[in-house]
Nanobody, 125 residues
């Protein structure tokens, strides 16, 4: 089981940028796929982005495509989510998660095996 810790959440004005980090411990990401999800108050947890650790292939939700970039640093066992042109509707708790079973959908939260504790992102208008 991999343990995940997110950081980097903050209060930022609309149009600003943040970079979230997700550090793994317990084991390396290996052949995992790592996803970022977010959950706003009263809403379902939704997919934001994901990356295949070995190939580096990236996946994005339409709502963030062109504004957010997911990346990985193998040496640091860390996945990043660079968020630019932030909007108030991006306000949520952001979670990273690890998926080991390639037969499951990366877009569905229940597919993932391990989750971090979340980091709060608040975008003011």
């Amino acid at each position: 089981q991999v343990q995940l810790v997110e950081s980097g959440g903050a209060l930022v004005q609309a149009g600003g940028s943040l970079r979230l980090s997700c550090v793994a411990s317990g084991r390396t990401f290996g052949s995992y796929r790592i996803g970022w999800f977010r959950q706003a108050p009263g809403k379902e947890r939704e997919f934001v982005a994901a990356i295949s650790w070995d190939s580096g292939r990236e996946y994005y939700a339409d709502a963030v495509k062109g504004r957010f970039t997911i990346s990985r640093d193998s040496a640091k066992n860390t996945v990043y989510l660079q968020m630019n042109s932030l909007k108030p509707e991006d306000t949520a708790v952001y979670y990273c998660a690890a998926l080991s079973n390639w037969g499951r959908s990366i877009y569905i939260a229940s597919s993932y095996d391990s989750w971090g504790q979340g980091t709060q992102v608040t975008v003011s208008a």
